[in-house]
Every structure is written in structure tokens, then in C-alpha cells.
């Protein structure tokens, strides 16, 4: 099993989620964000990415807090019907770029969320690069491993 740390286009085609082209760290720059209009996944934690993300005009927006307070208006049994939408809200509030951070909750089982899917339909709504919270494993994005009910490959 190899890990990377490396930014991921995303791509998707109509048959299902496909990873689109793999860029190593040391080629993301301010130009490339500029140009390009697809999500952008970090499998990296590197300072120097962070720096160029603020130095394009992302706003870092932490999501699982200002969802969770949004979800707790609305009643618990009809509860996870209304993530997908309450996250489309959050990010259509926000002027400009966003940098994606803190969104773990978005996996949880309860919500039958295709994370993939949903990152996929907010960069057609807002410029987006995404912090992935799992790993790069093979050219798969992983969250959890498969003994988690969260388990996403």
C-alpha cells in the first residue's frame, strides 16, 4: 500500500466517482488554483499548501460546528435527510473561494452521504479545494479503514 501526500483533482463521470489526474505537492500553485474550476482535494498537511490556498482568496470555512448547530433545528428522526442541503446553504453563503476543513461528520452512516458526489456538486457552486481527513492510499481516497461502518473508499 503506497500513501502520498499530493493535491487530487477530482473528476466525475457519468458511470461513477473516478479520480481525475494526480499532482504531485511541489506543482500546486496560486496559478493552478486560478485556472482551475473542479474540486481540489489536499492529501497533504503541508504548510507551504495552506500558504498558497490563503494567498489565492480561499476562505477557510471548518464545516462539522456550524452544521451540527444548523442540524440541531431540525428534528432528530427527520434529521439526515436535510445534510446534504443544510451543507449546500453553508456553502452558498460564503463569498468567493472556500478551503474545506473539518467535515468529518459528513461520513457518518446516518446520513447516507456520498461525500464524493457532494464535494463534486459544491465546485459547481463555489470554487472549492477540500482538506481530505483520510488518506491516499493506491490512488484511492480513504476515510476510516473497512472495520469502521464509515468505512469510504
Known amino acids: ?5 499530493s493535491a487530487t ?10 479520480l481525475g489526474t494526480l499532482i504531485k505537492s511541489s506543482q500546486f500553485s496560486k ?3 486560478e485556472r482551475t474550476n473542479m474540486a481540489i482535494v489536499l492529501c497533504s498537511s ?5 500558504k498558497i490556498i490563503a494567498e489565492a482568496g480561499f476562505k477557510e470555512l471548518s464545516l462539522n460546528k456550524i452544521l451540527a448547530e444548523a442540524l440541531l433545528e431540525k428534528d432528530t428522526a427527520i434529521r ?10 453553508i456553502v452558498s ?4 473561494p472556500i478551503f474545506l476543513t473539518d467535515y468529518e461528520m459528513l461520513f457518518d452512516p446516518r446520513y447516507s452521504i456520498d ?4 464535494f463534486y456538486e459544491l465546485s459547481r457552486r463555489a470554487k472549492i479545494v477540500i482538506k481530505w481527513c483520510g488518506t491516499l492510499d493506491d ?3 480513504v476515510y476510516a479503514t473497512p472495520a469502521y461502518i464509515d468505512f469510504h473508499l
Open 1 to 5: 500500500m503506497r500513501r502520498t501526500n
Open 9 to 18: 483533482v477530482i473528476k466525475l463521470k457519468e458511470s461513477g466517482v473516478c
Open 31 to 33: 496559478k493552478m488554483l
Open 46 to 50: 503541508e504548510p507551504r499548501l495552506k
Open 80 to 89: 439526515p435527510q436535510f445534510v446534504a442541503d443544510e451543507v449546500m446553504k
Open 93 to 96: 453563503s460564503i463569498q468567493g
Open 115 to 118: 461525500v464524493i458526489r457532494l
Open 139 to 141: 490512488n484511492h481516497l
